[in-house]
């Protein structure tokens, strides 16, 4: 513990609260994300994972509470900083939402078309660089996301999050629908990316094999608000039914968490 | 540029990322043709993201490549290992669909155009088909009748369409009688608007009217509807179910149609009538009793107005055929509701104002 405490905090929640009409998803949530980890955040369906990624985001106003990017209250940014900002983040939704009418390629360009005006070639030449790395072959560039499986929309999707080279990259649910095989290789995408491009990663997953393979730390949510975070050594001694449940059954034994 | 006796260095310094990427990427053009025996500086590079590193990756190849390895110094260890990245990464892909043939590709699209034409007639023939034995066998199988959804569609094609309906019918009705009294006033004949009017509106416009005013309305409606339930796979899950999608989502939506098309009609004749006999009111003086009268006796022969409501049901068949045909023709993404709303529109105005010709003929050969 002693080791995180020194390192720089880029996400810091504090308090936040979040209700929909009489349903409340988030009361008195903090959680923090150091710099160059893999955060991984768990918790049972409708407990809030997809609203406090868009959240911290900036998708979704929150009622109450702060939440901090790289020390910089995100309700408190004027327009013009908040797009400065958003720069420096990449987000994943998690079937690619990539824009339908435009290919691969010209998807990647999107976000560098908005921010910089750089020569046709230099955006073709980095697409092509990004879709590479993120494991597409070449083929894929020319097509329309109609034209991929899901596998390939997700990581196309990765591809134009890493477009502005954030330095934070937030995934959801990034190997839901994908094949055990296609998911092992994408939390080694996952892992081997942040270790060559130095990203901090918020993944929201329900996948064991991801917490597994690539999370430095995972937070829990449950009763509306995080109530661990740790490694998954950590997680396993903790007492709290739902944990207990997801880390210690029969699918946690499988992957070899446990037992 | 440094030159020493140990030969030509070049120094890069600053921050190699995005935000100059325009300016790098010309600094890296200028260097191009520089000869190996120059030395690479890096030291005094601030940052670099990928962008950057792809820039001195391809200095770095495309110097080696004309002159074989070329030195470079002072990159540090992270750096280095992006570069590595990048030279694995270094994968051309193309941005957009091959190009084609301009002269080649026009015939292509000429001939897909037509097949597509003949194959869309082709299937709408067949849909009329399917449609019309999954309605006869509902007749020995009277559950398969959604009772609820057809009563519901009836209100949302026919009640909810009579407001602008009617209003459009009583406007065109004032318009016919305001126009036609110029050209008949030049004969003194000006009480034979009401004539005019009523054989215009209720054999050809209000049918006519109605019609494009339910395909644009209640036409393009199906299509969306039973388009997105395609792309959410509700369809597929009824048939796994072993629900028939005609039976539940067409048949509801053509049934509605029929009486919907014939109510409106008439509503839109009689709109009609009461706007163009306003109309002789105001400006012609003509009084509504005198103008009652003439519609009457333009009425004497009854096809006048049998030719206009025969036509309507048959128009309401065409127009949820081709919306729901349509809308089940759906595929892949958002974008392909929106192409077939269009199409199921313009393709149900197109069979409605072409089957009117036809009925023209008709009656013409029947003498009514």
């Known amino acids: 513990m002693t080791e995180t405490e020194n390192r720089e905090i880029v996400i810091k929640v504090r308090e936040l609260h979040n209700r929909f009409g009489y349903q409340?998803?988030?009361d008195n949530l903090n959680i923090d994300v150091y710099r160059g980890e893999i955060l991984g955040l768990v918790g049972g369906s409708g407990t809030g994972k997809s609203v406090l990624m868009k959240s911290i985001i900036n998708l979704i106003q929150p009622q109450n509470g702060t939440i901090e990017?790289?020390?910089?209250?995100?309700?408190?940014?004027?327009?013009?900083?908040?797009?400065?900002?958003?720069?420096?983040?990449?987000?994943?939704?998690q079937d690619g939402a990539l824009f339908s009418s435009l290919t691969v390629s010209q998807n990647i360009q999107v976000p560098l078309k908005e921010y910089f005006d750089l020569s046709k070639n230099l955006l073709h030449e980095i697409a092509a660089l990004k879709i590479s790395m993120v494991g597409l072959p070449a083929l894929a560039g020319p097509k329309y996301p109609s034209e991929l499986s899901g596998g390939m929309r997700k990581r196309a999707g990765l591809a134009r999050a890493l477009a502005l080279d954030p330095e934070i990259v937030f995934l959801d649910e990034p190997t839901a629908g994908l094949d055990p095989i296609g998911a092992s290789k994408f939390d080694r995408l996952i892992k081997q990316l942040k270790e060559t491009l130095g990203l901090t990663v918020f993944l929201v997953?329900?996948?064991?094999?991801?917490?597994h393979a690539v999370c430095d730390r995972i937070a829990v949510l449950a009763d509306n608000r995080v109530i661990v975070v740790g490694t998954i050594e950590e997680l396993i001694e903790f007492d709290h039914p739902w944990v207990r449940e997801y880390f210690c059954g029969a699918r946690a034994r499988a992957a070899g968490i446990t037992g | 540029m440094d030159q020493t006796a140990h030969g030509t260095t070049v120094h890069f310094g600053g921050d190699w990322v995005v935000d100059f990427g325009a300016e790098l990427e010309h600094v890296i053009e200028d260097m191009e043709q520089i000869p190996r025996s120059v030395r690479l500086e890096f030291s005094h590079i601030g940052k670099m993201d990928t962008l950057g590193a792809w820039l001195i990756y391809k200095l770095l190849r495309n110097v080696e490549k004309e002159h074989g390895a070329i030195k470079y110094h002072g990159l540090s260890t992270d750096y280095q290992d992006l570069l590595v990245t990048i030279k694995e990464n270094d994968n051309p892909a193309k941005s957009s669909p091959p190009r084609r043939n301009p002269v080649i590709s026009l015939a292509e699209d000429i001939g897909f155009a037509t097949l597509s034409i003949l194959e869309s007639f082709g299937q709408l023939l067949g849909f009329?088909?399917?449609?019309?034995?999954?309605?006869?066998?509902?007749?020995?199988?009277?559950?398969?009748?959604?009772?609820?959804a057809l009563v519901f569609q009836i209100e949302q094609?026919?009640?909810?369409?009579?407001?602008?309906v009617g209003l459009i019918a009583f406007l065109i009705g004032?318009?016919?009688v305001n126009q036609g009294a110029v050209q008949l006033r030049q004969f003194g004949l000006e009480i034979f608007v009401a004539d005019m009017l009523t054989v215009s509106q209720l054999r050809e416009l209000g049918v006519l009217l109605t019609a494009i005013i339910v395909a644009g309305r209640s036409g393009s409606a199906f299509t969306a509807q039973i388009g997105s339930m395609v792309l959410n796979e509700e369809v597929a899950a009824m048939e796994t179910i072993g629900i028939n999608p005609i039976d539940v989502l067409v048949l509801p939506r053509v049934l509605a149609l029929v009486p919907a098309m014939v109510i409106l009609t008439l509503f839109a004749d009689i709109m009609g009538l009461i706007g163009g006999g306003l109309m002789a009111w105001i400006s012609l003086d003509i009084s509504p009793a005198v103008f009652a009268d003439r519609?009457?006796?333009?009425?004497v022969v009854p096809t006048t107005y049998w030719v206009g409501l025969i036509k309507a049901p048959v128009f309401g068949v065409v127009i949820?055929?081709?919306?729901?045909?349509?809308?089940l023709s759906v595929k892949g993404t958002a974008e392909s509701v929106g192409r077939h709303t269009t199409k199921s529109v313009v393709q149900s105005i197109f069979l409605v104002i072409v089957l009117d010709a036809v009925f023209a003929v008709f009656f013409t050969a029947i003498d009514w």
Do not use: Y
Request: proline share 1%.
């Open chain 1, 24 to 26: 409340v998803v988030h």
């Open chain 1, 69 to 93: 990017i790289f020390g910089k209250n995100q309700a408190e940014l004027g327009e013009e900083e908040k797009s400065k900002e958003r720069r420096r983040f990449g987000v994943m939704f």
């Open chain 1, 205 to 211: 997953t329900h996948d064991l094999d991801t917490l």
């Open chain 2, 128 to 148: 009329v088909g399917l449609v019309l034995v999954r309605f006869l066998g509902s007749f020995r199988d009277i559950k398969r009748i959604k009772w609820t």
């Open chain 2, 157 to 164: 094609v026919g009640l909810r369409a009579m407001p602008i």
């Open chain 2, 174 to 176: 004032a318009v016919i």
């Open chain 2, 295 to 299: 519609v009457q006796a333009a009425l």
């Open chain 2, 320 to 327: 949820a055929i081709s919306g729901c045909l349509e809308g």
